[in-house]
């Protein structure tokens, strides 16, 4: 699976290595763990990561992408993990959904 991190009015030093860690550790596994072989040498997920100085949040945006499931799922939280677990359980029940009517 490709991963690819965008950001948006953030310095990406100061996130990035954060937020990767965050998502490598055990967190992905799980939407892993829903796809074949086949399914996951295709997919691709894209995390745009913006923030919003005004408010102190963050607006996290996954973007998954398989041959046949395109998913989308949008969260914003004022703490960076947070909007990302939350975001990810949203993919997560999307897929499963998809999985199930299949």
Do not use: G
């Not at 953030?10 to 290595?17: D, G, N, R, S």
């Not at 939350?86 to 999307?94: F, M, S």
Request: hydrophobic share 35%; proline share 1%.
């Amino acid at each position: 699976m490709q991963i690819r991190f965008s950001y948006h009015n953030l310095e990406k030093a100061k996130c990035q290595p954060n937020i990767e860690e965050y998502a490598n550790e055990n967190k992905l596994k799980a939407l892993q763990k829903l796809l074949t072989k086949d399914e996951l040498k295709e997919a691709d997920l894209y995390l745009r990561i913006e923030y919003f100085v005004r408010h102190n949040s963050y607006a996290l945006t996954f973007r998954f992408k398989t041959v046949k499931i395109s998913l989308v799922a949008k969260e914003v939280s004022h703490t960076l993990t947070k909007a990302f677990d939350i975001t990810l359980e949203k993919i997560i029940n999307q897929l499963r959904k998809k999985k199930a009517k299949n």
